[in-house]
């Protein structure tokens, strides 16, 4: 925001949303994101930090996010070793590996543009991805996925 863009962000909490206010002068919005109320491509990037491990269904926020994210458009992701049970507490587990979560975007027609960089411990993992077009030769389940997306797009 400092920088000039305009961001918004979504939470599972209604404390969540009063504290964002308060504290960093942000939109944020009780919202559940596995169904997003926003139009396709509307999004130039999206950031999850310690979020996507929380996602009850990962394959559908993952075809939330191609649905939102414009052409081209960049989603960083951090998150806890899944490998380190040092990192685990009852309210922070990630069961998925570094390939795990990588393949799952792939899947979705997002290419990895940045490894992660383990320094941190707290976010062991972090990626940035970026969406394919659907047309684009490396997003090889587009065949397979346009009819979701054709779904998603009738719900709008």
Not at 95 to 123: A, C, M, N, S
Not at 149 to 154: E, L, P, V
């Amino acid at each position: 925001m400092d920088a000039g863009f305009e961001a918004l962000g979504i939470t599972a909490g209604m404390d969540n949303v009063a504290k964002a206010k308060e504290q960093y002068n942000i939109m944020l919005f009780e919202q559940d994101m596995h169904f997003l109320p926003y139009p396709a491509d509307f999004f130039d990037a999206v950031v999850l930090i310690h979020t996507y491990e929380h996602a009850y269904a990962p394959t559908i926020l993952l075809g939330e996010l191609y649905y939102i994210l414009r052409p081209g458009g960049r989603i960083y992701v951090a998150c806890p070793d899944a490998e380190d049970p040092n990192q685990h507490t009852i309210w922070h587990v990630n069961l998925k590996t570094e390939k795990q979560i990588i393949d799952d975007f792939f899947y979705w027609g997002f290419k990895l543009v940045t490894l992660p960089v383990h320094q941190d411990t707290r976010d062991r993992y972090k990626f940035v991805f970026e969406k394919l077009p659907p047309a684009h030769e490396e997003f090889k389940n587009w065949n397979y996925l346009q009819h979701i997306y054709q779904r998603r797009k009738a719900f709008s």
